[in-house]
């Protein structure tokens, strides 16, 4: 072990690189000891504690910043410390998001990436990750179906981000003068997306003073599509109001129910009516890479826009989500205001390689690296069983994962508790019970007139039957005491 030596004796020390490599040597071991334990199936999803327990310490762990400078060796303790009392989302047996599973090629790019520690938004600083980032989304808009001619994008900062984005060039496309002379000049817009989609379609709206009231929410089937039908109907409603219908956002696999809504349908009601049509294909744009499931998202070549989370289904590291525009140098002109500083015109390189001027923001973190390496690492359509994606990436209510795997246990708690306890908070009870024990991790929430019901995501290649079936078990037996939990009326859920 290091003797503790202060900061000040890390590089750009003079002779400081011994003391360094030490130090991430022994930081090394940590992350090694703790990548190994996330793939222990005997080992705890979490170690749980409560805001205040965390707050107040744990075996000298601490959380308050000290009025003087700690020695190394207390860092490393904090490194460890922070690790502990963390949430092991690479574990096999977490199944609360969509986002799970540790690849370790993808591990090693993000480790290169903030090493590098460089910005996204001109060639100058950042030349090899800009030329990756136009390699990378010239071969996900290849996928999509769109020509050579046609497609641009950028990497942003998660699937909200990337919506966002599909919003303000939709409003850009038909209204440019709303980037001089604002909202007051246009008409009240509409845009409509499905009762199912994510709710960073209505944030959208919100951000861009469009307005929450002027989001219609369309109707889904009973499998959470969204019907064709009700969203002609809605944007007829809309224009009978005297709004402008502008943009339709489909989603390719909801966050709740995995559902894809039928794209050629919508697509052909965007087409009658010029509409822009964005994909929401955050979960399950990866689904494009598959020759057996890709048909669940036929018509996607038609869409105006994509958004694309490589970080959910293709399991890279947090965060890599990318915006897939079909119209090539639009997002340039929408957001681009020439900061003299950074976009200087006569620079000695082709300056259409400073990407920053395409992005709301100004600095912009390295995503693209960690998606390279892995890609260049598996190569899609190969037939190495290792390279496939797991065969069970899907997101099911429980009751479909009941009828899978091991019924009769998990369904006799519930047959017991029937009639006897408010049903709504049973999922919740269970859910406490399950985090405090730490053996797995799965997600909950309501829908609509259903009450609580788990929401169990399978997107980690480590996860085998055997997990689920645990996962199953651990329900049953959670849930095997509840039988106090007594109905309240106008108690809600």
Known sequence: MIKSPPYLDLLPAENGEKVTRLFLRELLNILLAYINKS??????????????QLKEGREGFSLELPDQPENLEQLLVDCRDTLKYGVKTGHPRFFNQ???????????????????????????????????????????????????????GIFSPGGTMSNLYSVLLARYHFF?????????ALPRLALFTSAHSHYSIKKSAVTLGIGSENVFLVKCDERGKMIPAELEYSIQTAKG??????????????TVYGAFDPISDIADICENHGLWLHVDGAW?????????????????????????????MMCVPLQCSAILVRKKGLLQKCNQLSAEYLFQMDKHYDTSYDTGDKTIQCGRHVDVFKLWL????????????????????????LTFLIKAYSGVRATTVLRRLKGSVHVSKVAPKIKAKMMESGATMVGYQPLGDKVNFFRCVFSNPATQKADVDFLVDEIARLGSNLSHLKYEPNQGV
């Open 39 to 52: 793939q222990n199936r005997s080992s705890k999803v979490l170690d749980f504690h409560y805001p205040h």
């Open 98 to 152: 969509l986002s799970t599973g540790l690849d370790i090629i993808g591990l090693a790019g993000e480790w290169l990436t903030s090493t590098a520690n460089t910005n996204m938004f001109t060639y100058e600083v950042a030349p090899v990750f800009i030329l990756m980032e136009e390699v990378i989304l010239k071969k996900m808009q290849t996928f999509i179906g769109w020509s050579e001619e046609e497609g641009d």
């Open 176 to 184: 440019p003068h709303v980037k001089t002379e604002g909202m007051h």
């Open 241 to 254: 109001k005297g709004l402008f219908p502008f943009y339709v956002n489909t989603t390719a696999g909801t």
């Open 284 to 312: 399950g744009g990866g689904l494009l890479l598959s020759e057996r499931h890709r048909t669940k998202l036929r018509g996607i070549e038609r869409a105006s826009s994509v958004t694309w989370n490589p970080h959910k």
């Open 374 to 397: 892995m890609w260049k690492a598996k190569v899609v359509h190969s037939t190495h069983p290792s390279t496939k994606p797991s065969a069970a990436y899907a997101v099911m209510h």
